[in-house]
């Protein structure tokens, strides 16, 4: 969290708060970007796991035991 002295008391304050709620924002901001990107890997690794296992393997993707 970044706050920058300012020599205005209620400046420094409201730059003080608004750096606060700036960080907070931003740390949800990324917590539901991993959230989202985690739900996009699982979907694709549903989805490909549906697909037949000649067509699993010709795109490299790891076969299960009994394919």
Do not use: C
């Not at 700036?22 to 970007?33: G, L, Q, T, V, Y």
């Amino acid at each position: 969290m970044a706050y920058h002295h300012q020599n205005d008391a209620f400046g420094g304050v409201s730059a003080w708060i608004s750096s606060i709620f700036a960080d907070i924002a931003r740390r949800w901001a990324d917590k539901r970007e991993r959230a989202r990107k985690a739900w996009m890997r699982h979907l694709t690794e549903v989805e490909i796991s549906r697909l037949p296992p000649e067509v699993r393997k010709d795109i490299g993707w790891p076969t299960r035991h009994f394919d």
